[in-house]
C-alpha cells in the first residue's frame, strides 16, 4: 500500500471502531489538506443524533503506518510540534494512530491519546528546543461505553484547561498551600457507565485529571495522575485535602455507584 492509501485505511479504521457507540458520529475526511488537523468526532446526548441535541466535537488526527506488531498494548510516534502547538490552540485534539499490516491490509489496530491543553503544554514547555516529539498512544478501547467517557471526559477536560498555561498549571509540591482546598475530579457523567463496567476499572486504566479548588472555588488544573499515581501522592501525602467526583465525595460516589451494581 502506499502513503495514500494507508492514510485512507487509518481514517476509515477510526470510523469504524466507533460505529457501536450511539452518541459519536465522526466527520473526517479522507485525503484532506486541512493543516493538523483530520476532522472531528462529534458528540451527542443521546443516540438520536440530532443536531439541536450536540454536545460538542473533538478534533482529531489519525495516522497510519505499516507495522505487523499487533501485540504491543503501548506504542509510540512521532509528532510535529509545529501541530501540537496548534492542538494546544484549539482545546486540544485526540491523536489516532493506525497499524496496518502490509501483507495484510484488512488487518489493523487503533491507539489514541487524548491530547488534552494540560498535556500538550507541559510536554511542550519540556520540549522547547525540539521539532519533533515522541508521543505515546494505547489500544483503542473497542467498549462502546468505554469509548463514551473516554469523549465525554476528553470535552469536559478540554473546556476547563483551555484558559490555563503550563505555568497556572499547580504541580503535587504545591498542592498544601493554604489556599487548596480540595480536588475534584470532572467526569461528564460517571452514571453513563453500564453494569459490567465498574467506576473503579474506569479510575485504573483511564488517565484522570484532578482539579484544585482555591478560596474562590476556582478549579485549576494541576498534573496529570494515573490513579495509582493519585493514591500514592494525593491521597496518601495530602490527606487534608477532600476529593470529590462532580461534587461529591468519592467515597460517597463508590458506595453509590457499589449500590448501583447489585
Known amino acids: 500500500m502506499d502513503k495514500k492509501n494507508i ?15 450511539d452518541i459519536l458520529s465522526p466527520y473526517i475526511s479522507e485525503n484532506d489538506k486541512e493543516p493538523s488537523w483530520d476532522g472531528f468526532i462529534y458528540i451527542y446526548k443521546d ?7 450536540i454536545q460538542g ?9 505499516s507495522n505487523s506488531d499487533f501485540t504491543q498494548s503501548e506504542i509510540s510516534h512521532p509528532a510535529d510540534i509545529a501541530d501540537l502547538k496548534n492542538y494546544l490552540k484549539d482545546n486540544g485534539v485526540i491523536y489516532f494512530v493506525v497499524y496496518i499490516n502490509k501483507q495484510n491490509p484488512r488487518q ?4 489514541y491519546n487524548t ?9 511542550l514547555k519540556s520540549n522547547e528546543n525540539t521539532t519533533s516529539l515522541n508521543i505515546k498512544l494505547r ?12 469523549f465525554l471526559n476528553f470535552l469536559k477536560d478540554s473546556r476547563q484547561q483551555v484558559s490555563y498555561t503550563p505555568h497556572n498549571i499547580i504541580s503535587i509540591d504545591e498542592v498544601k498551600q493554604s489556599n487548596i482546598k480540595g480536588f475534584t475530579y470532572l467526569p461528564e457523567n460517571y452514571k453513563v457507565l453500564n453494569t459490567t463496567q465498574s467506576l473503579f476499572n474506569v479510575l485504573n486504566s483511564n488517565e484522570i485529571y484532578f482539579y ?14 494515573t490513579s495509582s499515581e493519585l493514591r500514592l501522592n494525593v491521597i496518601d501525602t495530602v490527606d487534608n485535602c477532600p476529593i470529590s467526583i462532580n461534587g461529591k465525595n468519592i467515597i460517597m460516589v463508590l458506595r453509590e455507584f457499589s449500590r448501583k451494581m447489585v
Open 7 to 21: 492514510e485512507s485505511a487509518a481514517i476509515s479504521e477510526v470510523k469504524d471502531s466507533i460505529l457501536g457507540c
Open 47 to 53: 443516540k438520536g443524533r440530532k443536531k439541536e441535541n
Open 57 to 65: 466535537r473533538v478534533a482529531v488526527q489519525v495516522k497510519g503506518e
Open 108 to 111: 489493523r489496530k487503533v491507539y
Open 115 to 123: 491530547l488534552t491543553p494540560v498535556k500538550l503544554g507541559l510536554n
Open 139 to 150: 489500544e483503542f478501547p473497542k467498549q462502546p461505553e468505554i469509548q463514551k467517557v473516554l
Open 212 to 225: 484544585a479548588s482555591d478560596n474562590n472555588k476556582n478549579l485549576i488544573p494541576t498534573d496529570l495522575f
